[in-house]
């Protein structure tokens, strides 16, 4: 039987660099199987553009490194890929797209992108003569964006992977996958064949093979069409590189193709195709064109390149492509099925092929992606994201708003309400605007039932609300649903041993709990976890809701036997009541006087887990119950007088307090030097990421988390904006709020360790002064909460 270190399925721009990044770390025992020719999924019939930007910062830098690698494969395989960087411009019809793009050019700036910048109409038209200025307002160029003949790239890749040694194995469909106890074994057209690792590389098949192993992941081939049109006389006149065009408020995109141009179309009503996955014996053809579809937004695209229409159109094209219900795609190894890897879901293959063979030729390689990949990492959907009742609304979601603005802290409708916690309608009817974590509906404040939410780039309509629930924080008690956190029951003989290991800082004694991080071997952060000591063998971890599969993951990685785990998220939770009245309200809900209870004790009183901590910086008593009580629970709250707050709320309190939290100030990209968790490091006792970590406190951290006062202006920091003195960028902006209590902005940022003083932020784009605080905006000795 034909045997390999690494499978990959799938020949298109994804498995090509797959491979490629494989054989470059120095893999040569690794074989790409491909059901056809290479390119013949979604790959052959891109429009082969590219560009840089991503909401998510390490993914963004994921692409620029796609862009970089191109002329790299091109030189090494010999393979004429056809590479333009033409730059790109992004058009803007209104004033406040205008802003958003000044944003836009901020983020550039943070990510260290030279040359992002505004453009003003003028300068549009004589970059790109044949955009109709009317409406315009103006514009963002970005000189890293371009465009490629998609199927040399495919064929670069390929022939420098097969340059360094690898196989590449063509019409052989892989039919069926079976796990056995020297990995995989894979049933093909030609034969069996045994790997070590298999990745998932399979495009509008991913769903479909990822099947063949029992995982249904969250991805689905959706519609999308471009045309190209004949020689166009204003274009054969242009002897520059001319920029491609995205008209946002358009719906269409432009680049040059020859002596005419390639116009693709992201409709508002687009449509699935085979939402189960594209059929086995789909072949490299094109679908009839739908123009009824896309009629609309193709008049809008007619009317912005007007010398398009009157050229006449060559050429449709009319495919699919595989889409998550986020855009980005679905990389990494999955719990309980270890060797598999899935590289699905690439929407984007030609900003992001490059990135997803970085990411998995490292994990494969050397047991890590190398970067904080979260955005892409497959674990970031439960299984409950591949229902199509949630997949199709929320793929149909992303396409048809690939490029409307979302605002800060706006909410989108698509698959929800899919979870909700018991006590759900009655927050609901307690006015309760929600979003959503992980597929949970989570409140984020609480207004009038009729209330219409309307976001901005500046505070929107719902500050008020917001500062009322701060209020009764500081000054009488409010109720934070905890359902927000997921916790998990480790118990077994080994229980302690383990998590002392796991986990860096000192394991609580049993009625206490401690914070901790928990860590990578490299040093970064794995986790800010609470643990709680039931019993001697009986421990709760607690950390953020969204994070349940990526941890299960880790955990079940460094698994050993005699301890046991138990996912309890969602089948315990309640609500954290912070706030000088709280220790009353606990009192009335347990029918206990809680006198001497500590802060950071923690036990059950009957049903209800009661611990003595709070987010919000005030006395606070969490209680905990099995779900079935949750509802009744906030009924005998509500009864007692207790304000029910929401994220935004918490985010303004806590950011008051300089408190951080998972995804913003604490990721796997940062170290607990650099964001103040080393303080809870139990160094005297061995734990994984140890070294690290001293090597970390040897030398000190480059960078440290601080408060940010911004004063007194008309927006807030959102988080991923820059922090400057004078013309450097000395830091980064984690996450802002308006800080109700002590009536300033404020926000957290990671900065340059030595920076302190007066330094600007870019808020909306704009170069805002703010001061590094020495302290916490409020109760800084922390006496309130202790
Ligand atoms: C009209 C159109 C225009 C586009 N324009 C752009 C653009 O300008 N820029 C951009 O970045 N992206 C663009 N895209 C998206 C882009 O095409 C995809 O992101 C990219 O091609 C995905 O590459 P992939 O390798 O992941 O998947 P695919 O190219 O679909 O490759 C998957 C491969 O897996 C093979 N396979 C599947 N199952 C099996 C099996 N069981 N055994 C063996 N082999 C198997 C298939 O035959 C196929 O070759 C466009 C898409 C469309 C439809």
Redesign the pocket.
């Known amino acids: 039987m034909e045997s390999y270190r690494v499978v990959v399925?799938?020949?298109?721009?994804?498995?090509t660099s797959v491979l490629y990044h494989l054989a470059a770390k120095g893999w040569s025992d690794i074989a790409l199987?491909?059901?056809?020719e290479?390119?013949?999924?979604?790959?052959?019939?891109?429009?082969?553009?590219?560009h840089a930007i991503n909401n998510d910062p390490v993914v963004a830098a994921l692409q620029s490194y796609t862009i970089e690698m191109y002329p790299k494969v091109a030189a090494e395989s010999g393979v004429d890929i056809g590479l333009k960087l033409s730059g790109g411009i992004e058009l803007a019809c209104t004033p406040e797209r205008m802003r958003w793009l000044q944003a836009e050019v901020a983020w550039h700036q943070m990510m260290g992108h030279e040359g992002a910048r505004l453009m003003g109409v003028d300068e549009i038209v004589d970059l790109v003569p044949i955009v109709n200025p009317d409406g315009l307002v103006g514009g963002l160029f970005d000189p890293d964006e371009g465009?490629l003949d998609?199927n040399g790239a495919v064929y670069a890749y390929a022939g420098a992977a097969r340059n360094r040694g690898a196989t590449i194995i063509t019409h052989?469909?892989?039919?069926s996958m079976k796990r056995t106890r020297d990995g995989w074994q894979l049933q093909?057209e030609k034969g069996p064949i045994r790997a070590e690792h298999v990745v998932n590389?399979?495009?509008?098949?991913g769903r479909?093979?990822g099947q063949m192993v029992g995982i249904d992941h969250p991805v689905t081939p959706i519609l999308?069409?471009?045309l190209v049109t004949e020689d166009v006389p204003e274009i054969m006149a242009i002897d520059w590189a001319m920029p491609a065009v995205t008209d946002l408020e358009g719906w269409t995109y432009l680049q040059r193709e020859q002596n005419g141009a390639v116009l693709?179309v992201y409709e508002a009503n687009p449509n699935h195709w085979h939402p189960e996955g594209a059929p086995?014996d789909f072949g490299a053809t094109l679908l009839p064109p739908d123009i009824d579809r896309i009629a609309d937004e193709l008049t809008i695209g007619f009317a912005r390149f007007p010398a398009l229409e009157a050229a006449g159109i060559k050429r449709w094209?009319?495919?699919?492509?595989?889409i998550t219900p986020d855009g980005n795609p679905l990389v990494g190894p999955v719990r309980g099925l270890p060797g598999y890897w899935a590289?699905?879901g690439?929407?984007?293959?030609?900003?992001?092929?490059a990135a997803v063979g970085l990411a998995i030729s490292n994990w494969i390689v050397d047991g890590d992606p190398g970067d904080d990949v979260y955005a892409m990492d497959v674990t970031r959907f439960g299984d409950w994201a591949a229902d199509d009742s949630y997949l199709l609304p929320t793929t149909h979601q992303f396409y048809a708003r690939r490029f409307l603005t979302t605002y800060p802290h706006e909410q989108l409708p698509a698959g929800r309400p899919l979870h909700t916690t018991p006590a759900y309608d009655d927050l609901k009817a307690a006015g309760a605007q929600f979003g959503v974590t992980w597929g949970l509906e989570v409140p984020q404040f609480f207004a009038p039932v009729d209330f219409v939410h309307e976001p901005s780039l500046q505070r929107d309509n719902a500050l008020p609300y917001i500062a009322a629930e701060v209020e009764a924080v500081r000054t009488d008690v409010g109720a934070y649903e905890t359902g927000v956190y997921s916790r998990y029951e480790v118990t077994g003989p080994h229980a302690q041993v383990w998590l002392d290991r796991l986990l860096a800082g000192r394991i609580p004694a049993v009625g206490r709990m401690g914070l901790t991080p928990m860590l990578h071997p490299k040093g970064t952060l794995m986790g800010d976890l609470s643990v709680t000591r039931i019993a001697d063998d009986r421990f709760w971890v607690i950390g953020s809701y969204y994070l349940q599969e990526w941890h299960m993951r880790w955990f079940t990685e460094h698994m050993v036997d005699g301890v046991e785990i138990d996912n309890l998220s969602g089948k315990w939770l309640g609500f954290a009541l912070s706030g000088p009245r709280s220790r009353e309200i606990a009192e009335a809900v347990i029918g206990e006087p809680l006198e001497g209870f500590r802060f950071m004790d923690a036990r059950f009183f009957g049903d209800v887990l009661v611990a003595r901590m709070s987010l919000a910086g005030e006395l606070g008593y969490e209680l905990t119950v099995p779900a079935e009580q949750q509802a009744t629970l906030w009924r005998r709250l509500a009864d007692l007088g207790v304000t029910p707050v929401g994220d935004r709320a918490i985010d303004s309190l806590r950011i008051e307090k300089g408190f951080g939290i998972w995804s913003t100030e604490f990721t796997q990209a940062y170290t607990p030097g650099e964001t103040g968790l080393d303080r809870f490091i139990d160094w005297e006792k061995d734990f994984v990421g140890k070294e690290a970590a001293l090597a970390e406190r040897a030398a000190g951290p480059k960078r440290r988390m601080v408060t940010l006062d911004l004063g007194d202006c008309d927006a807030d920091a959102v988080g991923d904006e820059p922090v400057w003195v004078g013309d450097r960028v000395v830091g980064v902006t984690t996450s802002g709020a308006y800080g109700h209590h002590v009536q300033s902005s404020l926000a957290l940022a990671l900065v340059d360790a030595d920076v302190s003083g007066a330094v600007e932020v870019s808020v909306i784009g704009e170069r805002r002064p703010a001061t590094v605080l020495t302290e916490p905006a409020y109760d800084p000795s922390g006496s309130r909460m202790r």
């Open positions: 399925i799938g020949g298109g721009i994804t498995g199987v491909e059901r056809t290479l390119t013949a999924g979604s790959s052959w019939h891109a429009a082969g553009g590219f465009n998609p052989n469909r892989v039919l093909t590389a399979a495009g509008m098949w479909k093979v999308h069409h471009y693709g086995w094209v009319h495919g699919a492509f595989a590289a699905a690439v929407m984007a293959g030609y900003s992001q092929g």
